[in-house]
């Protein structure tokens, strides 16, 4: 199985401020097809997850521009240009590329 | 929009049997795999199980191969997880979800709101 880390495991940040969240995977993502399927997700506390970007780098329907993706291979960042209270909780990233797909730990993200 | 909506959790006691349902609507359910990834209380995510759009393939995690069933009923845009010797380690929301693309691979894009599941004595 792939193994996905995540760092850090928590992060306060101030509100107007940047954040930056890693994820390292066991083994490479790219996919047979040549896509490399890699998502982040954020989950608010007692909400379900809600995907954030897709394929390394493409945000999804209705995700503020401050989202980005980036990366490759087996290295991975989401990046928070300026953090709004509404970001808060926690964020996953998850590999879609081979079964079983996998989470990282999570990252906790809380205001200062 | 997209809507997926779980049923059937409730308490278990160990070894029994609970079979969760998860309705689908907004899109066009016969054409996108499907999902169940489960949370135990105050942990992250675990992928649990996927069927494939026509139900021809599943796939299963180890921690609950040769326990649970995914299936599908296409004429009802309805995803089951049958779940069967339950343990305490089961206890979890478990999330129905939707994959991205309606061909080949990729990623979940919906999940729905959970159906939480307690195995307790």
């Known amino acids: 199985d792939i193994v996905m880390t995540q760092t850090p495991l928590s992060s306060p940040v101030t509100l107007g401020q940047p954040a930056s969240i890693s994820c390292r995977s066991s083994?490479?993502?790219?996919?047979?097809?040549?896509?490399?399927?890699l998502s982040w997700l954020h989950q608010r506390p007692g909400q379900p997850p809600r995907l954030l970007i897709y394929k390394i780098s493409n945000r999804f329907s209705g995700v503020p521009d401050r989202f980005s993706g980036s990366g490759a291979g087996t290295d991975f960042t989401l990046k928070i240009s300026r953090v709004e209270a509404e970001d808060v909780g926690v964020y996953y990233c998850m590999q879609a590329t081979q079964f079983p797909f996998t989470f990282g730990p999570g990252t906790k993200v809380d205001i200062k | 929009q997209v809507q997926l909506v779980e049923s059937g959790g409730g308490v278990v006691q160990p070894g029994g049997s609970l079979r969760l349902s998860c309705a689908a609507s907004?899109?066009?359910?016969?054409?996108?795999?499907m999902h169940w990834v489960r949370q135990a209380p105050g942990k992250g995510l675990e992928w649990v199980a996927f069927?494939?759009?026509?139900?021809?393939?599943?796939y299963y995690g180890d921690a609950v191969k040769g326990r649970f069933t995914i299936s599908r009923d296409n004429s009802k845009n309805t995803v089951y997880m049958e779940m069967n010797s339950l343990r305490a380690e089961d206890t979890a929301v478990y999330y129905c979800?939707?994959?991205?693309?309606?061909?080949?691979?990729?990623?979940?894009?919906?999940w729905g709101q959970g159906a939480l599941v307690i195995v307790s004595s």
């Open positions: 907004g899109f066009t359910f016969s054409t996108h795999g």
């Open positions: 083994q490479s993502l790219v996919h047979s097809d040549g896509n490399t399927y």
């Open positions: 979800a939707k994959r991205m693309t309606s061909g080949g691979d990729g990623e979940i894009d919906y």
């Open positions: 069927i494939r759009r026509d139900g021809s393939m599943t």
